[in-house]
């Protein structure tokens, strides 16, 4: 069983950059693709962004994050990052990482096993 705790978030202004971190405890953490997921106020858990198991060496991306955002692993230090740059206001949310025992992970929240419970990250105009 993995643990994730997110870090990272806060307050930002439109075109700034921020850098989340998700950090596992327990289980064997290369063997889980991991994905970010984001949640607006009223609104339902989108995808953002993933990285295969292992080595990572396959990154994909929501259309909103495409081109801003880049993710990165660690397994040595048991960290996934997510890079956001060129942040705008309709990137405020709360930020969520999630681990998956499926090699790609996935874009949808029922393909993750385990959650962290989330970083705010609030974008000002």
């Known amino acids: 069983q993995v643990q994730l705790v997110e870090s990272g978030g806060g307050l930002v202004q439109a075109g700034g950059s921020l850098r989340l971190s998700c950090t596992a405890s327990?289980?064997?953490?290369?063997?889980?693709?991991v994905g970010w997921f984001r949640q607006a106020t009223g609104e339902e858990r989108k995808f953002v962004a993933a990285?295969?198991?292992?080595?990572?060496?396959?990154?994909y991306f929501s259309d909103s994050a495409k081109g801003r955002f880049t993710i990165t692993r660690d397994n040595g230090k048991k960290l996934v990052h997510l890079q956001m740059n060129s942040l705008q206001p309709e990137d405020t949310a709360i930020y969520f990482c999630?681990?998956?025992?499926?090699?790609?992970?996935?874009?949808?929240?029922?393909?993750?096993?385990?959650w962290g419970q989330g970083t705010q990250v609030t974008v000002s105009s």
């Open positions: 327990g289980g064997p953490f290369s063997e889980y693709a």
């Open positions: 999630a681990a998956s025992d499926r090699v790609a992970g996935g874009r949808r929240t029922h393909e993750y096993e385990y």
């Open positions: 990285i295969t198991w292992r080595s990572g060496q396959i990154t």
